[in-house]
């Protein structure tokens, strides 16, 4: 290779084709630095093989065998339709250990990789179908008996992202060469060793070449681990600098007090007919302190579904229209709007409010003494028309924004932009684990809703097999005739592909025929905003009794007289999202439900989803979701703000982050701007320096 430098390109290197060159920068990877930074996926122990199957599992198992037969399947009429199959059998005679069919549907080509006779590693769960032990789309590896065979077996052996041409083997082929001249590499500490010393000791022996060693090609799993740790304290390090500098520029800004005296509120407060919760106070308390400091408010307010997240917010508008300011909040969707709305007229109703509606469609206004116009209101509510110059603020102190997640830090910044340097209160009824708080909402306080008001009615939660459609049909019909109303929900608008899971437009057909005298009504993504608004808006005055739907009602109105909801393929969904979903029933006095059907081949996912069964606790179903599926499937990667983490699935690890806040506010602490010439690699890594062999990032 010549010189050996982080910034070393692939072009140009012997042994790399253009092609393959092509292939890496695909992965991510044009230098050495990238190279060394593609970490496995995970990892085999080729020591010693998982033991051969013989019965279906609910877990993939990882097994070393020999093709024994291959050919293509074909069904259908469509020429590619079909499927290319491997059968395998184990290397060695094991007693009772019977063949596994590798199948890969609609992949012709694959009949071109593997033949009779070849020697693979096997990883993916095996099934039984057609009473043949299957194991689909499996990953696979052929295994070479070449020079550099020891990389691929007898040891613990990484797997890589792959794909666009590059394999594994040339993966560990290339890593296993940058790591021979390692120690050609500037890799000096990133983190501060006495602050390091201070917040992780059992980490200050680790040093960053040995954990790039050991991540690559470690001796045992507790060493990968430790390393992994490591390298994760950086990148969680140097990911909280940036969030903390970040509040810190925040709470920079020059502003003014929204906070009233608090009578307006006291009156409120007087007038209800029951009593806030403990959590509702702190709350509350919490804010207004804020309100009272003459700098910005950036505070998130998130809450288990019916925690009373909006009685907060009113609380603290009023706090604000009190002092002499007008105060907005903004909600997804028209029907979400207009139900703020009319809560806000219904909590206001001896307060003398000037209280205004403005969504694309609908302009209302409410106020004791007469007419006023828009621009004279004290609190708007509204949808995205806020920012479009429906309304011009006079004195905009105070936004609230609802289900904040569905908004954009644009679309946020610009209703602000209406105020000055206006108070800001974001709303999430997605419980977050503490840990993506600390990551994705790090640069905000944080009020945490974590107590349910008294009287919210009972929802029993089931785990059923699809097979139960029938009984959940005369069900469903019980509840109707009782008077009640409900929800099926779907996870697809069509059928796609092979997937098993249902869609709504499929079985919409089945449910109306299924409950005559019943008026059904079919709502999803792909209808036009102002139809779904229609069609909820129907369901909630009860005109529709059953709403068939996709996840487009996670987010909607509050209808107390629905208690029953009916949820298809629901191994498909998280349990955050289960739960979010089952908060749209147990709104009213009425007992309420939520039946859970599964494909009933998921015996591993109907085991996850007994924990739906056994709590109604948000905030520990996150975290739960969080180990199983990760911080982009829980948050919404790319609509959280969740930074672009290689470690991300170790943000469910609540001591490591908290290490890396500890140590980021250390380093901040001691060098605000980090100019000190022993911070210049975190500096590098935190600001998202280009990576050269002088910043060592």
């Known amino acids: 290779m010549g010189e ?29 630095h990238d190279l060394l930074h593609h970490f496995p996926r995970r990892y085999e122990d080729r020591r010693m093989f ?7 599992l609910p877990h993939p198992v990882c097994v070393h065998g020999q093709v024994t037969d291959a050919m293509t399947r074909r069904f259908g009429n469509k020429p590619n339709q079909g499927y290319f199959e491997c059968v395998i059998e184990p290397m060695e005679d094991i007693a009772l250990a019977g063949p596994i069919h590798l199948r890969w549907f609609n992949m012709p080509f694959m009949r071109k990789l593997l033949a009779a006779g070849m020697e693979l590693v ?41 794909g666009s041409g590059v394999n594994q083997r040339f993966l560990r082929s290339w890593v296993s060469r940058a790591l021979e ?36 090609f470690p001796e045992t799993m507790e060493e990968m681990q430790r390393a992994q740790e490591y390298l994760a304290l950086e990148e969680f390090a140097a990911q909280q600098i940036q969030v903390l500098r970040g509040k810190r520029e925040l709470e920079a800004q020059p502003g003014e007090a929204h906070c009233g005296p608090g009578h307006l509120l006291e009156d409120f407060l007087s007038g209800l007919p029951f009593p806030l919760t403990g959590a509702q106070q702190r709350c509350i308390a919490e804010i207004r302190v804020d309100l009272q400091r003459e700098r910005p408010m950036n505070r998130l307010l998130q809450g288990d579904v019916g925690a009373g997240k909006t009685l907060v917010a009113f609380s603290s508008i009023l706090l604000a229209v009190e002092a002499g300011f007008q105060a907005a909040l903004m909600a997804p969707t028209q029907i979400l709007a207009e139900q703020h709305y009319l809560n806000f007229v219904k909590q206001a109703a001896t307060l003398d409010l000037r209280i205004s509606l403005r969504t694309s469609d609908r302009t209302d206004n409410n106020f004791a003494g007469g007419l006023f116009g828009a621009d004279d209101a004290q609190i708007v509510v509204g949808t995205h028309s806020l920012i479009h110059d429906k309304v011009k603020f006079k004195n905009l102190g105070f936004i609230v924004i609802d289900e904040q997640h569905k908004f954009g830090v644009g679309q946020r910044g610009k209703l602000a932009a209406q105020g000055r340097n206006p108070d800001i209160l974001v709303m999430t009824a997605t419980p977050i684990p503490r840990t993506l708080t600390m990551t994705a909402y790090g640069d905000l306080d944080v009020s945490i809703l ?15 097999p699809a097979t139960k459609t029938k009984d959940a049909v005369a069900f469903l019909r019980k509840n109707l005739e009782e008077g009640r109303q409900a929800y099926v929900v779907y996870p697809l608008v069509e059928q796609t592909g092979k997937s098993k899971a249902l869609a709504v437009t499929a079985e ?37 009794q059953v709403l068939v739907a996709t996840t487009v009602i996670e987010v909607g109105v509050d209808v107390p007289n629905s208690n029953l909801m009916i949820i298809y393929s629901a191994e498909r969904f998280g349990l955050a ?40 606790d948000g905030f520990k179903i996150a975290e739960e979701d969080l180990k199983i599926r990760g911080p982009g499937d829980v948050l919404g ?26 140590l980021a506010a250390r380093i901040l602490e001691r060098d605000p701007e980090l100019t000190l010439p022993e911070h210049e690699a975190i500096r590098a890594r935190a600001l998202g320096q280009v990576v050269t062999a002088a910043n060592v990032a």
């Open 450 to 464: 974590d107590e349910l008001p008294k009287g919210r009615g009972q929802i029993i939660t089931g785990v059923r």
């Open 508 to 544: 919409f057909e089945m449910w109306r025929q299924s409950l005559p005298g019943f008026e059904c009504a079919l709502l999803h993504g792909k209808l036009h905003p102002e139809e779904k608004d229609q069609i909820m808006a129907r369901f909630r005055d009860n005109e529709v």
């Open 181 to 216: 001249r390692l120690d050609e590499l500037p890799l000096e500490p990133i983190l501060p060793p006495d602050l390091l010393a201070a917040v992780a000791p059992g980490l200050t022996r680790v040093d960053r070449r040995w954990a790039f060693r050991q991540i690559h």
């Open 122 to 162: 096997i990883f993916g769960q095996p099934k039984t179908v057609g009473g043949r032990l299957v194991i689909s789309h499996p990953d696979y590896e052929i295994i070479e008996h070449t020079g550099d065979a020891a990389l691929h077996m007898d040891r613990i052996v990484p797997v890589y992202p792959a």
């Open 577 to 616: 999202q289960l739960h979010q979903l089952r908060g749209r029933v147990g709104r009213g006095a009425h007992k309420s439900y939520c039946i859970l059907m599964v494909d009933p081949e998921q015996e591993e996912a109907m085991e996850r989803l007994k924990l739906l069964e056994e709590t109604r």
């Open 4 to 32: 050996f430098r982080l910034d070393l390109g692939f072009a140009g290197l012997p042994g790399v084709p253009e092609k393959q060159v092509q292939g890496l920068a695909n992965l991510g990877i044009a230098t050495v």
């Open 50 to 56: 998982d033991r051969w199957p013989n019965a279906p």
């Open 637 to 662: 990667t790319r609509q959280s703000g969740l930074p672009d983490l290689r470690f991300a699935q170790l943000l469910g690890n609540t001591q490591l982050v908290q290490r890396a806040r500890d």
